[in-house]
């Protein structure tokens, strides 16, 4: 299955994916202190609309989900966010895909390099990162920045 934007009308199954996301692993996907997402339905929808979110999706469910976020300090920086697939989805490439995606839109943009952030204790993701040319540039208490130059 081939990543794709999602846009506002995909905010149902994006809003879910997202939910199961901090419930599973709040850890990797949000700090310890932020509590439960503010958003409200609309603002998923309205954050759907520049297409910066792409996900996998067969069947009316999705699988997976990426962002792309941009960097306001360096437009030829873009951050890899919020990487997530479903437990039964997992080990059939659906991440490596979306990060396939969101590396070529971030090309097509003049985008230089990839950065993104990652929890100490997410090994599995850790090597998936290190896997698909992103190199450590420094850890933290309790994660680890992690770069790919494009």
């Known amino acids: ?3 794709r934007r999602l846009g506002p009308k995909d905010a149902d199954l994006w809003c879910a994916i997202r939910a199961e996301a901090l419930r599973l692993s709040p850890e990797h996907f949000a700090p310890r ?3 439960p997402p503010p958003e ?3 603002d998923f929808a309205a954050r759907l609309r520049d297409g910066a979110v792409w996900g996998v999706i ?3 469910a999705i699988l997976a ?3 792309r976020g941009s960097d306001a300090a360096n437009p030829r920086r873009v951050w890899l966010q919020s990487l997530y697939t479903k437990a039964d989805a997992r080990g059939q490439g659906h991440a490596r895909n979306l990060i396939a995606a969101i590396e070529a839109e971030a090309r097509h943009f003049g985008a230089r390099e990839v950065w993104l952030e990652v929890g100490l204790t997410n090994v599995p993701a850790r090597g998936l990162y290190l896997a698909c040319g992103y ?3 420094r850890e933290g208490s309790e994660t680890a920045l992690m770069r790919k130059k494009l």
Do not use: Q
Request: charged residues 15%; negative net charge; glycine residues 16%.
């Open 58 to 60: 067969e069947g009316g």
């Open 65 to 67: 989900i990426a962002a």
């Open 135 to 137: 190199a450590p540039l």
């Open 33 to 35: 202190d932020a509590g």
């Open 40 to 42: 409200a339905r609309v």
């Open 1 to 3: 299955m081939t990543p």
